[in-house]
């Protein structure tokens, strides 16, 4: 029996893309992204539930995302799913799940002004992500924080 492991989803930007290497010299671009779900609440009105999920992309992909995104931007992302544990300096187990991007689609732009793109930062086209790292190239941190 094959397994799956995909995740789609188009969201909203939380903060800035941060952009950092691996010690081999990867390009990593980490995104935060909303995506709201809607529900009803006690009184019946629907209301809407953000979800915030941690996305990495790798290679020269990364490097485009961080120089084109931005805080607030919707964001289209295809990839996977990819669960890590390690430990802290305090000795206490870690665990994370994040979403390796394989595609990224850039949406709209700020202020919706379409020469606010620039070159590369395309309309909305699916860009390959390039070759996604292992999680074990993932740089570590010197506090207990999750690396990204």
């Known amino acids: 029996m094959a397994n799956i492991n995909r995740v789609v989803l188009v969201g909203n930007l939380t903060k800035d893309p941060e952009l950092k290497h691996t010690p081999s010299g990867t390009a990593v671009c980490a995104l935060r992204i909303a ?51 390690w430990e802290a300096q305090d000795g206490s187990k870690r665990q994370a799940v994040q979403i390796i991007a394989e595609s990224v689609q850039f949406l709209g732009s700020k202020g919706d002004d379409p020469e606010a793109r620039g070159a590369g930062g395309g309309g909305n086209q699916f860009v390959p992500a390039g070759a996604a790292a292992e999680s074990a190239d993932f740089p570590q941190t010197a506090d207990d924080d999750i690396p990204f």
């Not at 995506?35 to 019946?44: F, Y």
């Not at 120089?67 to 607030?72: A, E, P, R, V």
């Not at 289209?76 to 544990?85: A, C, H, M």
């Open 35 to 85: 995506v709201n779900s809607r529900r009803r609440d006690e009184a019946g009105q629907w209301v809407d539930k953000p979800n915030y999920f941690d996305v990495s992309i790798f290679g020269n992909q990364a490097e485009s995302s961080a120089q084109y995104l931005s805080k607030g931007r919707p964001v289209g992302i295809d990839g996977r799913l990819d669960w890590r544990e």
